[in-house]
C-alpha cells in the first residue's frame, strides 16, 4: 500500500495545544528527573529523603499505613494524572484518531508488541531470580510527555505522522499499563469497599445518560470513587480512569473540541496542572537515587539490566518490527511524510519509560527499597539511553522526500 497522506497538524488545534504543552511538560519533567539525581546524590539527600516519608495525614488503609507526601504524591496527585489519561482514551476512542477500527489498527499492534518485547526481554535476564519477575512490566510503558519532549526538540525535522504516531502508540500504551495496574498488581481486595466503587460509579453512569453536565458533580463523585477504591485494595488511581468513562462527551468530527463539552472542558483544564506541576513533582519524587557506592556490578544486576534493556531494546524490537510487518504485509499504510529511520528513530523514543515504569516499579516491590531502587536505576538507564539514541538518528535521518530521491536515483542506476 502507498503511504498515506500526511495528517493536517496545523488545523487540528486540540492536537497542537495537547503537543505543546505536552512539550513544556516534558522539559520540566527532565529537569525535575535531574534535579532530583542531584539531590539524591548530595548532602541534601536526607533532607529529600525524610521530607517525603515523613507522616503527613492519617492512615486511610493498612496495607499503605501512614500517609506521607509520598504517597499522596503517587496515590493521590497521580489519580488526577490517571483522569486525564482516561478523558483522553475515551475523546479518542470516540472522537478522535482511534475512532475507527482502520484507524486503531497500527497503534494497537505497535503498542502491544511494544509491551510484549520488553517485557519478555526482562523475563529472560532476570529468569534466574524468580523474587524479580513480579517487575515485568515495568519496561512496558512509554513516558508520552518525555517522548514528546525530546520530538519538540527537534522541531521540523520530526514530521506531523511521526508526532501523532507516538501520541496514539502512548496513548494505547497507557490503556495496556492501566490493565496491568488493575490486574497483576493487585493482591487483596476487599469486597464492600469493591461494591461500593461498583455502586459510585453506577451512579456517576446514571448522571451521565440523564443528561447531568455538571463537572463539580461528577469530580465529587470522582473524590467518592477514589476513596472506595483506595479502601478496596485496587490501586486508588484506577479510579481517575474509571471516573473518566463516565464525564460527558460532545463529539466533534472534523473540527476543534467543543467549548460546552464537559469531557473537552475538564481535559483542557486538568491538562497544564498534569504537565506542568503533576508529572514534574511526581518525577522529582521518584527519580532521587543515590549512586553512593554503586558500582558497575549493581548497574548491571539482573533487574536494573531487565529493565534498561527491555526498554531499550525491547521497544525499538517490538514497536518497530511491528510496524514493518505490518506495512510490508499490506495490513496497514505506513506513516505519511516519514521515512523508515525516523519511524526506526520514534520506536526508540517509545523506549522512554520514565513517569509510567518508576510507577509501576513502586507496586513491584513494595516495602523493598533496595530492589525499587534498583528499578529506577534501570528505568533513568533505559529511558536515556533511548532518548539519546532516538534523538540523533532523527536529528540526522534525511526526510521522507530525500530518501525517495536517493531510492529512485538507485532505480535508475541500477537500469
Not at 518525555?146 to 505522522?161: D, T
Request: some cysteine; charged content about 15%.
Amino acid at each position: 500500500m502507498g503511504d498515506s497522506a500526511p495528517p493536517r497538524l496545523g488545523t487540528d488545534s486540540v492536537l497542537r495545544d495537547f503537543l505543546k504543552s505536552e512539550a513544556a511538560g516534558g522539559v520540566l519533567l527532565m529537569l525535575a528527573a535531574a534535579l532530583a539525581m542531584i539531590v539524591a546524590n548530595s548532602p541534601l539527600y536526607d533532607a529529600y529523603h525524610h521530607f517525603l516519608h515523613e507522616i503527613k495525614g492519617p492512615t486511610l488503609t493498612k496495607k499503605l499505613g501512614p500517609m506521607t507526601p509520598h504517597l499522596w504524591i503517587n496515590d493521590g496527585l497521580m489519580a488526577i494524572f490517571f483522569l486525564l489519561v482516561g478523558l483522553e482514551i475515551k475523546r479518542e476512542f470516540i472522537d478522535g484518531r482511534l475512532s475507527t477500527w482502520e484507524r486503531r489498527r497500527l497503534p494497537f499492534i505497535a503498542a502491544a508488541a511494544g509491551m510484549l518485547v520488553p517485557a519478555l526481554i526482562y523475563l529472560f535476564i532476570t529468569r534466574n531470580n524468580p523474587e524479580l519477575e513480579n517487575g515485568w512490566a515495568i519496561p512496558a510503558a512509554t513516558d508520552i510527555a518525555f517522548a514528546i519532549g525530546v520530538l519538540a526538540l527537534l522541531g521540523k525535522r520530526a514530521p506531523a505522522s511521526l508526532k501523532l504516531f507516538l501520541v496514539t502508540v502512548a496513548i494505547v500504551d497507557d490503556m495496556g499499563a492501566v490493565v496491568i495496574i488493575a490486574i497483576a498488581y493487585t493482591e487483596t481486595l476487599a469486597t464492600i469497599w469493591l461494591f461500593m466503587s461498583a455502586i459510585v460509579l453506577g451512579v456517576m453512569y446514571v448522571f451521565n445518560k440523564s443528561g447531568v453536565r455538571s463537572i463539580p458533580i461528577y469530580l465529587i463523585m470522582a473524590a467518592v470513587l477514589w476513596y472506595c477504591v483506595l479502601m478496596s485494595g485496587v490501586h486508588a488511581t484506577i479510579a481517575g480512569v474509571l471516573a473518566a468513562m463516565t464525564i460527558p462527551l460532545d463529539r466533534t468530527p472534523g473540527a476543534p473540541d467543543a467549548k460546552d463539552s464537559p469531557l473537552h472542558v475538564l481535559e483542557h483544564a486538568i491538562h497544564p496542572w498534569s504537565a506542568y506541576l503533576i508529572i514534574p513533582v511526581f518525577g522529582f519524587a521518584n527519580a532521587g537515587v543515590s549512586l553512593e557506592g554503586m558500582g558497575m556490578e549493581q548497574i548491571l544486576a539482573p533487574l536494573p539490566l531487565g529493565i534498561a534493556l527491555g526498554l531499550f531494546l525491547g521497544k525499538q524490537l517490538g514497536i518497530f518490527g511491528s510496524v514493518w510487518i505490518a506495512v510490508k504485509t499490506g495490513y496497514a499504510d505506513k506513516m505519511g511524510g516519514a521515512s523508515w529511520t525516523q519511524i526506526y528513530g520514534v520506536s526508540l523514543l517509545c523506549g522512554i519509560g520514565f513517569t509510567m515504569s518508576l510507577f509501576i516499579g513502586a507496586l513491584a516491590f513494595p516495602g523493598n527499597a533496595l530492589l525499587i531502587d534498583e528499578a529506577k536505576i534501570g528505568v533513568l538507564l533505559g529511558s536515556v539511553l533511548s532518548a539519546i539514541v532516538g534523538f540523533l538518528l532523527i536529528r540526522f535521518a534525511p526526510n521522507a522526500d530525500k530518501t525517495m530521491e536517493i531510492e529512485a536515483g538507485a532505480a535508475e542506476a541500477a537500469e
